[in-house]
């Protein structure tokens, strides 16, 4: 989980990138994750638009993802249906 756009060097590569929401000051990082969850936004949103363009699976909107998943799960993000698993 990311709060910050500081703490983004903290991901390692692959990794599923779990935050509140993006903006554009976050694009580097997307050629990095393998994933994206946010707890605000929706298809229009920089992180699901710029998602699209890196080919990384993306679910946003989802309420309380910051606290639901924790550092070190095995995720499963499926941005075509818009669901995440726990693995």
């Known amino acids: 989980m990311v709060e910050s ?3 983004l ?5 692959n990794e599923i990138l779990i935050t509140s ?3 554009p000051a976050w ?10 969850i946010t ?7 920089h992180g699901a638009v710029i998602s699209r363009e890196y080919r990384i699976p993306a679910v946003t909107a989802v309420k309380g993802a910051t606290k639901i998943f924790k550092t070190g799960e095995m995720l499963i993000v499926n941005g075509n249906d818009g669901v995440v698993y726990k693995k």
Do not use: P, R, W
């Open 9 to 13: 060097s903290q991901l390692e590569d």
């Open 39 to 45: 707890e605000t936004g929706g298809i229009l949103s």
């Open 27 to 36: 694009t580097a990082v997307f050629s990095k994750v393998g994933g994206l």
């Open 21 to 23: 929401n993006t903006d």
């Open 5 to 7: 756009i500081e703490e």
